[in-house]
């Protein structure tokens, strides 16, 4: 299963990646070790959307807080950059996908990442990621 990613990122044109306790949704606490992961830097922390591709180089599940019933699983990784986009993807041109029974790549990612603006992990479809790849050079 691919992944996608939208947290921020203050380099979009680094190497690597590490991210620490990132929240996960929509099969996101899946991630492992050799996925591949689609970039987005936040718009919230004034990132464009999507910056890059890479695989995850590690993966470490964070433990849970003692004391508190219902908690969003987390994990904390290593992405090491494959590719930068060569286009913009980002809410501004998600936002009229909103048709959220489509069964469009493009809607699935505007329903997982911007109808709840937190930055989290998410796990994608094939199809989703097939998408995704035409934001980069061939």
């Known amino acids: 299963m691919p992944f996608a990613i939208k947290a921020e990122i203050r380099d979009p044109k680094a190497k690597r990646f590490a991210f620490t306790a990132q929240k996960t949704m929509y099969g996101g606490r899946h991630i492992a070790e050799g996925d591949t992961v689609f970039l987005f830097a936040s718009e919230n922390e004034g990132g464009q959307g ?8 590690a993966v470490e599940a ?7 019933a219902r908690q969003t699983p987390r994990v904390s990784l290593s992405i090491e950059r494959t590719a930068l986009a060569i286009r913009p993807l980002g809410r501004k041109e998600l936002k009229s996908l909103a048709d959220w029974k489509d069964g469009k790549p493009g809607t699935e990612l505007n329903f997982k990442f911007y109808r709840q603006a937190t930055d989290k992990i ?4 094939d199809e989703a990621a097939a998408f995704l790849d ?5």
């Open 50 to 57: 999507l910056v890059a591709r890479g695989t995850v180089t």
């Open 62 to 68: 964070v433990a849970k807080k003692r004391g508190i």
């Open 122 to 125: 998410v796990g994608i479809s």
């Open 134 to 138: 035409g934001f980069f050079r061939r």
